[in-house]
C-alpha cells in the first residue's frame, strides 16, 4: 500500500520536462495519470528514484481537430476523450474505446499516453490506436520523431519510447468519408481488463467493404493489427460466409498467445475470433 | 514537499512527502476519516472522494498531485445538516449494512449522477464498476441511486 | 404482557446509517491515540521452507523503527494461536504467532516492525533478511493424506488433522436396496471471505492499572478477550476489546488471529499504543479462507425417485494450521446432509488434512453450502438420470409440514418448516410450468437455456451450548435509566446486520415508547456483560431472544412497583402499550414513570432491589431451519460461454421477521455471494503454494453489473425455539443460491451430454462444455 520514497518534480513545459528526464535518465520515470505506476509501486513491484510528473504541464492535454487531424494531447484522460463531442462526431471508435478502460474513477485520472507508453497487454487503447492508424509524436532533447502505432508496441510492457522521450500528441488521421467503427471487449472478471479487445475501424463503398483497420489486444503479449483479417474482408461485401472465414485468422497476426486462470491461450485465442467477427458485424451495423 | 490542498472547502497547508498518497493526506493528516481504504490494486473504489469535482480513487492519486486542488470528501457532502439526495437514498433504501463501502460508495454515484441524471438500471450498475460492496448485492444500492436521481431531478 | 406492534415487523430504516452515510462512524483505522506506533509484518513468500537465519539489523537502524520482533522474541511469550474446534483424534500443531523455525504458507508472519509511522514501517520491512531454504510443498489436499506425501507438522506424523464420520441409518442396505446408484465427485472450491474492510487492530496498554485495551476488528469481542487473555497470561478482566465499526465479517473475523495476540504483546513492550492495519494482500493471504472440500457424493433411489441413502466421501483441505473452528466446519456439513428430504440413511467420512496453505474456517454459510450444494446438484443429477422434473423429484421427498419437529439421519431435529410452501410460491412467481415450454421452445431455436431450483434448508441460530465449542447461549440486559432512556446491552457484536435498529424495534414495541429512546450498545466487553457474539446467523433468534427475555424481566420488575405505588396487587394490573394499566382507581403509570420511582426509590417494596434493569442469558433449545427455494434461469452463449442470468427468484423462509428491510438486505447480500461462488470465485494456488490470487485484480468479487436483480418473496414458519419466532437469514441467501444457479447451468447444458462441471462456471469451462 505504500510506495518508496522517490524525488518529484513538476515541469511546467515539455521542454522543462524533456530537460528532466534528459537529466535523470533511466533512474526516472514519467507520472502522467498514474494509473499503471501508482498501483505497482504501492505494490514495490517498481521503485523508481525520480518522477516527473507531466501533470502540471497545460497544453498536453487537449483534443484538436485539425482539417484531417485529430490531434489529442498525451495527458488527455480517458474520460475526457469517451466525452468529447469532437471526438464521438470525428471518431467514435474513440469514445467507445475510452469509455470501456477502467471505471469512472480511472477514467477520470488514466491518460491515453500513459496507456499508451504502458503498453499493458490487456489495455484496450492500443487496439483503437492500430486500427485508427494513429501516429505518436515523441520529444526528447535530440528533438521529435513520430512512430506509426503499427511500429509502437514492442512487446509487453514494451514500445519503442526511448529513455528520454517524452510522448506529447496522439494524431489520428480523420477518415475523408464517414467510417463505421467498433470497439468490443471481454473484460476480465476481476480487474475489467481485456482478456480480449477488438478495435474496428470500417471504410465502406457502399455495399463494398474499402478498407478495414483491426487492432487487437488482450491476447498477445502486445496488442497487434489484424492484417490478415483486414486483407481477407477489404473489398468484399461482408457477407456472413466470407466474415467468418476472415475472423477465423484473427489470431494469425499474434506474436504468441497468453494464458492465465481467467482465460487459457486456445480460449483467447477462440474468443479473439468470435469478436473479431463480431466487433466488424457490429461497425457494419452502424454504416 | 509543501502543498495546499482544500478539502470540503477549508484550505490545508501540509509539508509532506511525495510518496504520501491522498488517502493518507486526508486520513491521517487532515484527520477526516470518512475515506476508507479497502485494497491496494485501485479496484474496490472505498476511497473514492472528488477531486475538482471528478471522482476519483484517493488511494491512487498522490497528495502532491492534489496541490491546489479542490477535494470533497463524505464527510464534506451533506450542507450544512442536510443530507445529500445520495445520502438520503441509501438510508432510505438500505443501501448499506456494514458501511465500509458506503462512503466511496456515495461519492461515485453522485459523480455518476452528475454525468447521467436519469441513469437506467444498466446505467447504475456499469457505472459503479470502480466500486466493491460485499454485503449488499448491490440491488438496494441501485434502488438507492434511482431514489436520489428521482429527488434531484424533482427539485 | 401485550402490545401494538408499532415497530415490529416494518421495513424501519436503520439507526446505524446516520453516521455511516457520512463518514462519520469509527472502524479500527479511524481511532486516533495521540503516539501511536504502527507495526508492519513480514511475511513468508514461500509456501514452506526452514528458516535458517533471520537479519533484522538493518531494520532496527532504519529511521523511525523502535522495534523489530521475530519468533525468538515472543516464543515463551505468547502463547498459540488458539483451536476450539474439539474432535476424537484432532491433531492441533502448534501456531506460534510468529514463525519459528519453519513457515508453513505463504503469507506466514515472520517479523513485527514497529515504527513511529507506517510508512517507516513499510520501508524498514524490506530491510529484514530472511535466509529461506525451500521446502517441498503439499498443495494438492487428497495428495497430501497420501502416505508418500511430504509431511508438513513432522512432530504430527502425517498430514491427517482428523477423520470424521457422522450419519446414522442403515446406509449399505440402502444402497443394496436402490434401483440405482447415482455418484457425483464435486469440488467446493476454496474460497476467500472478503469483508471490505479488512481486519486491524489497535492495543494501548495502561501500566499503572496493568490494562490492556485492544480495539479490534472482530465478530466475538468476549471470546477474543478469554483467548487473547490466554496467550498473553493476562487477567481476563484486564483486557478490554472493543470492537468500534466492523466493516464486514461473513465469519473471517469470528476468530483469533496472530496479529491480535502479537499486538496486545507489543503495546506492553513498546509502551505505547501500537496499529496494525492489514492490507488486501495480507487478506488474501492470511485471513482465513472457506469450504474447501473435494469428495464423492453417492445416493441410493428407487425408481420412482425415491431417496434411500446418501454417502458422501470428503477431503477437507485445511491449510496448514487450525485458526479457532477450522475442524468444525466440515462437521457442520455432517449435519446437513439430509436437505429438505427424507432419506433414512445418510453417511458421511471426512479427512481433513493439512496443506501449505491458509487455514480454512468460516465463511459465510461455514459447512452449510457445502452440504446444501452436493444434495441440490445430486438431486438434479438423480432427476436427470430417472428423467423426471427436478421439482417433481424434490416434491416426492420433503420432508412435510406436518412432519415437524423432524429428525433427520444426521441426527439433528429441524424445527418448522414448510418446504412445499416456499416452493409453491417461487414456482408461481416465475411461471415454472411456462418456463419449462419457453425453454423447450429456445432449444428448438439453438438457444441454450437453463433453470435451476434449489430447495434448501440450513441450520442456524447457533446454537445450543452443548453443540458449540464456547457456548451457544446469548446475554442481554435492559436497563431503564431514571429519564425513561432505555439501555440495552447486547453480547452479540453486529457488523452490517442492523441490529442497533431491529433490537430497538423490539424493545419499543414491548415497553411501548419511542423506538429512538433505546440505545443498543455492543461490541465492548467492559461494558457490555460475557457474549458469544455474531455469527451462524444468531443475532436476532439467539440474542434478540435474550433481549426478549431481559425485557420481560424488566417489566415484571416495573410491575411490582407499579402495583406497590398504584395500591394494588401485581396480579390485577396489565402493562400495555407502555402503561400499567387496571388498578382500581383507574390510574396509571408509564414505564418512564415506574423508572424514575425505581431509581429515586422512595417508595418502593420491601424486597425490591432500587433501579430498573434486567439481565438474561438466553439458552437456545435447538438450532434454528430456515428454508426456502431459489430459481435461476439462465441462458449461455454457445460461442464464448458467457452467462446471462434471465431471473433471479428467491422465496425464503426464515420465520417471522422483525425488519423485513433488513431481511431483504440480507437475503439480497446472501444470493450474492453464493451467486460469486458459483460463477466468479475461486482462491487458487499453484503446485508450489504460490497464492494466483492474491489480489482483487485476480479474485473476482463481483461487482453491481456481475450481478442479477433479485425477485425475493417469502414463506413464514415461526419457529418455536425462541420466543420472537425468527430463525436466522445472515446466510440463508448464500446457502440457497449457490446450487440454484450451478443447476440452471448444468441445465442448460444437458443438451450436449454434460453432467457436471466444478465451481466456479467460468465461461471457458462451459464454452469447452458446448464445444468438444
Ligand atoms: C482499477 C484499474 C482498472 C483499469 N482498467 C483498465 C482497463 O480496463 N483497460 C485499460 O486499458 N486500462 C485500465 N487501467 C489502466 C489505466 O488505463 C491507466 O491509466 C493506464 O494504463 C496508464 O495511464 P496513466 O496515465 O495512468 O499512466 P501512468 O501510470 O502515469 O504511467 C504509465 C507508464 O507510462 C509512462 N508514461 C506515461 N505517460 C507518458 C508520456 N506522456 N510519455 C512517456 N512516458 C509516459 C510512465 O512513465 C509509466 O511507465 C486500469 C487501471 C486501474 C487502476
Ligand atoms: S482503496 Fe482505493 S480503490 Fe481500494
Ligand atoms: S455495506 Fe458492507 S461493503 Fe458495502
Known amino acids: 500500500m505504500i510506495p518508496a520514497n522517490f524525488d518529484y518534480h513538476t515541469p511546467k513545459t515539455v521542454a522543462e520536462a524533456i530537460g528532466l528526464l534528459a537529466e535523470h535518465g533511466e533512474d526516472c520515470k514519467v507520472l502522467a495519470g498514474g494509473h499503471s505506476l501508482i498501483p505497482a509501486m504501492k505494490l514495490r513491484l517498481t521503485q523508481i528514484p525520480v518522477l516527473v510528473d507531466i501533470g502540471r504541464i497545460s497544453d498536453l492535454s487537449h483534443i484538436k481537430v485539425d482539417g484531417s487531424t485529430i490531434r489529442i494531447g498525451a495527458m488527455t484522460t480517458h474520460g475526457a476523450i469517451a466525452a468529447s463531442a469532437d471526438i464521438k462526431q470525428h471518431c467514435p471508435l474513440l469514445a467507445e474505446c475510452g469509455a470501456q478502460v477502467g471505471d469512472q474513477q480511472v477514467r477520470n485520472r488514466g491518460t491515453f499516453g500513459g496507456s499508451l507508453v504502458h503498453a499493458d497487454p490487456a489495455a484496450d487503447w492500443p487496439a483503437a490506436a492500430l486500427a485508427l492508424n494513429a501516429e505518436l509524436v515523441l520529444q526528447s532533447a535530440s528533438g521529435e520523431r513520430v512512430v506509426k502505432a503499427s511500429d509502437f508496441f514492442v512487446d509487453m510492457l514494451t514500445t519503442d519510447v526511448q529513455p528520454g522521450e517524452l510522448l506529447t500528441e496522439i494524431r489520428i488521421p480523420v477518415p475523408a468519408q464517414p467510417m463505421a467503427s467498433a470497439y468490443l471487449k471481454v473484460p476480465q472478471a476481476a480487474s475489467g481488463f481485456a482478456i480480449v479487445g477488438v478495435a474496428v475501424q470500417l471504410e465502406m463503398d457502399g455495399s463494398t467493404c474499402k478498407a478495414v483497420g483491426i487492432g487487437i489486444t488482450g491476447l498477445a503479449p502486445k496488442a497487434y493489427r489484424a492484417t490478415a483479417v483486414e486483407a481477407a474482408l477489404a473489398g468484399t461485401t461482408l457477407d456472413d460466409a466470407t466474415l467468418s472465414a476472415a475472423a477465423a485468422k484473427a489470431d494469425a497476426d499474434a506474436s504468441d498467445a497468453m494464458g492465465d486462470i481467467h482465460a487459457s491461450e486456445d480460449y483467447r485465442r477462440h474468443l479473439t475470433r468470435v469478436y473479431a467477427k463480431r466487433a466488424v458485424q457490429t461497425a457494419a451495423g452502424r454504416v | 514537499m509543501k502543498i495546499n490542498v482544500t478539502i470540503n472547502g477549508q484550505a490545508h497547508e501540509a509539508d509532506v512527502e511525495p510518496r504520501l498518497l491522498l488517502v493518507h493526506l486526508i486520513r491521517d493528516v487532515v484527520g477526516l476519516t470518512g475515506t476508507h481504504v479497502g485494497c491496494e490494486t485501485s479496484i474496490c473504489g472505498a476511497c473514492t472522494v472528488h477531486l475538482n469535482g471528478r471522482a476519483v480513487k484517493s488511494c491512487t492519486v498522490l497528495a502532491v498531485q492534489a496541490n491546489g486542488a479542490e477535494v470533497t470528501t463524505i464527510e464534506g457532502l451533506a450542507n450544512n445538516g442536510q443530507l445529500h439526495a445520495v445520502q438520503e437514498g441509501f438510508w432510505e433504501c438500505h443501501g448499506l449494512q456494514c458501511g465500509y463501502c458506503t462512503p466511496g460508495m456515495i461519492m461515485a454515484s453522485c459523480a455518476l449522477l452528475k454525468d447521467n441524471p436519469n441513469p437506467s438500471e444498466g446505467e447504475i450498475r456499469h457505472g459503479l464498476e470502480g466500486n466493491l460492496c460485499r454485503c449488499t448485492g448491490y440491488q438496494n444500492i441501485v434502488e438507492s441511486v434511482k431514489y436520489a436521481a428521482n429527488k434531484l431531478q424533482g427539485a | ?650 422465496v425464503d423462509d426464515c420465520g417471522n421477521q422483525i425488519n423485513p428491510l433488513i431481511v431483504q438486505g440480507q437475503v439480497h447480500g446472501g444470493i450474492a455471494q453464493g451467486l460469486a461462488q458459483a460463477l466468479y470465485e475461486e482462491v487458487v494456488y499453484d503446485e508450489n503454494g504460490q497464492l494466483i490470487t492474491g489480489e482483487l485484480m485476480d479474485y473476482a468479487v463481483p461487482k453491481a453489473f456481475q450481478v442479477p436483480h433479485y425477485e425475493l418473496d417469502h414463506a413464514v414458519t ?33 443438451p450436449f451430454g454434460v453432467q457436471h462441471i466444478d465451481l466456479p462456471l467460468r465461461p471457458e469451462k462451459l464454452w469447452r462444455a458446448m464445444n468438444s
Not at chain 3, 446437513?336 to 488434512?353: E, F, R, S
Not at chain 3, 432512556?485 to 442492523?498: A, D, E, F, N, R
Not at chain 3, 402499550?577 to 408509564?590: E, I, Q
Not at chain 3, 419457529?719 to 447451468?745: F, Q, R, W, Y
Request: with cysteine; charged share 20%; net charge negative.
Open chain 3, 1 to 650: 404482557m401485550s402490545f401494538l406492534a408499532k415497530y415490529m415487523g416494518q421495513r424501519v430504516k436503520r439507526t446505524e446509517d446516520p453516521r455511516l452515510i457520512q463518514g462519520i462512524g469509527h472502524y479500527v483505522d479511524d481511532i486516533k491515540l495521540a503516539d501511536t506506533l504502527h507495526v508492519v509484518i513480514l511475511r513468508s513468500q514461500y509456501a514452506h521452507a526452514r528458516i535458517n537465519s533471520i537479519d533484522t539489523s538493518a531494520a532496527k537502524a532504519a529511521p523511525g523503527v523502535v522495534a523489530v520482533y521475530t519468533g525468538e522474541d515472543v516464543a515463551g511469550k505468547v502463547g498459540n494461536v488458539p483451536c476450539a474446534g474439539a474432535l476424537p483424534g484432532l491433531k492441533v500443531p502448534k501456531m506460534p504467532v510468529l514463525a519459528q523455525g519453519k513457515v508453513f504458507f505463504v503469507g506466514h508472519p515472520v517479523a513485527a516492525v514497529v515504527a513511529t509511522d507506517k510508512y517507516k514501517a513499510r520501508d524498514a520491512a524490506d530491510l529484514i533478511e530472511v535466509d529461506y531454504d525451500p521446502l517441498d510443498v503439499v498443495s494438492d489436499g487428497e495428495a497430501a493424506a497420501k502416505p508418500d506425501s511430504p509431511v508438513i507438522h513432522e512432530d504430527l506424523g502425517d498430514n491427517i488433522a482428523f477423520q470424521h464420520s457422522a450419519g446414522s441409518g442403515d446406509v449399505d442396505a440402502a444402497f443394496a436396496a436402490a434401483d440405482r446408484i447415482v455418484t457425483q465427485r464435486l469440488n467446493h472450491q476454496r474460497l476467500a471471505p472478503i469483508s471490505i474492510e479488512p481486519r486491524g487492530v489497535l492495543a494501548q496498554y495502561f501500566r499503572g492499572e496493568e490494562q490492556l485495551n485492544l480495539w479490534s476488528s472482530t465478530q466475538i469481542p468476549h471470546l477474543l478477550r478469554t483467548q487473547v487473555a490466554i496467550m498473553l497470561g493476562m487477567a481476563e478482566n484486564k483486557l478490554r476489546v472493543i470492537t468500534p465499526e466492523v466493516g464486514g465479517g461473513f465469519g473471517c473475523k469470528l476468530n483469533v488471529y496472530a496479529e491480535e495476540a502479537l499486538l496486545g504483546w507489543i503495546a506492553m513492550k513498546v509502551g505505547k499504543p501500537v496499529k496494525w492495519i492489514e492490507g488486501r494482500r495480507e487478506n488474501l493471504q492470511c485471513t482465513i479462507h472457506g469450504r474447501s472440500q473435494v469428495g464423492t457424493v453417492e445416493v441410493a433411489v428407487k425408481n420412482d425417485g425415491t431417496l434411500l441413502g446418501l454417502k458422501y466421501n470428503v477431503t477437507a483441505d485445511l491449510g496448514a494450521y487450525h485458526q479457532l473452528l477450522t475442524p468444525a466446519i466440515p462437521t457442520l456439513t455432517g449435519l446437513m446432509l439430509a436437505g429438505c428430504y427424507k432419506i433414512p440413511a445418510i453417511q458421511m467420512n471426512c479427512t481433513g488434512v493439512f496443506t501449505n496453505k491458509m487455514a480454512t474456517d468460516a465463511y459465510r454459510g461455514a459447512g452449510r453450502p457445502e452440504a446444501t450444494y452436493l444434495v441440490e446438484r445430486i438431486m438434479d443429477r438423480v432427476a436427470q438420470e430417472l428423467n423426471m422434473d427436478p421439482i417433481e423429484l424434490r416434491q416426492k421427498n420433503f420432508i412435510q409440514a406436518n412432519e415437524f419437529p423432524y429428525t433427520t439421519a444426521c441426527g439433528v431435529t429441524y424445527d418448522s418448516g414448510d418446504y412445499e410452501a416456499a416452493l409453491a410460491k417461487a414456482m408461481e412467481l416465475v411461471d415454472y410450468k411456462k418456463l419449462r415450454e419457453e425453454q423447450s421452445a429456445a432449444r428448438a431455436a439453438g438457444r441454450v437455456m437453463g433453470i435451476g431450483v434449489s430447495t434448501y434448508v440450513e441450520i442456524c441460530g447457533m446454537g445450543p451450548s452443548g453443540a458449540m465449542p464456547a457456548g451457544g447461549w446469548e446475554s442481554a440486559t435492559v436497563r431503564v435509566e431514571p429519564t425513561g432512556k432505555v439501555t440495552v446491552l447486547t453480547g452479540i457484536s453486529p457488523h452490517g446486520q442492523g441490529e442497533e435498529t431491529s433490537f430497538a424495534q423490539i424493545v419499543g414495541d414491548m415497553l411501548g415508547i419511542d423506538m429512538n429512546d433505546v440505545l443498543v450498545i455492543h461490541g465492548d466487553t467492559s461494558i457490555v456483560q460475557y457474549g458469544i457474539g455474531t455469527f451462524g446467523s444468531r443475532g436476532l433468534a439467539v440474542g434478540g431472544a435474550a433481549l426478549v427475555c431481559a425485557t420481560e424481566k424488566v417489566v415484571k420488575k416495573a410491575k411490582a412497583l407499579a402495583a406497590h405505588l398504584l395500591g394494588t396487587g401485581a396480579d390485577s394490573l396489565s402493562f400495555e402499550n407502555g402503561k400499567f394499566v387496571g388498578a382500581p382507581d383507574d390510574r396509571t403509570l408509564t414505564i418512564q414513570e415506574v423508572a424514575l420511582a425505581a431509581h429515586t426509590a422512595a417508595s418502593i417494596p420491601e424486597d425490591f432491589e432500587p433501579g430498573l434493569s434486567a439481565q438474561h442469558f438466553f439458552e437456545p433449545k435447538n438450532f434454528t431451519y430456515p428454508s426456502g427455494t431459489h430459481i435461476c434461469v439462465v441462458e449461455l452463449d454457445k460461442d464464448t460461454g458467457d452467462i446471462d442470468i434471465k431471473r433471479y427468484v428467491a
Open chain 3, 718 to 750: 415461526p419457529t418455536p425455539v425462541n420466543p420472537l419466532g425468527a430463525k436466522g437469514v445472515g446466510e440463508a441467501g448464500t446457502i440457497g443460491s449457490t446450487p440454484s444457479i450451478a443447476n440452471a447451468v448444468l441445465d442448460a447444458l444437458a
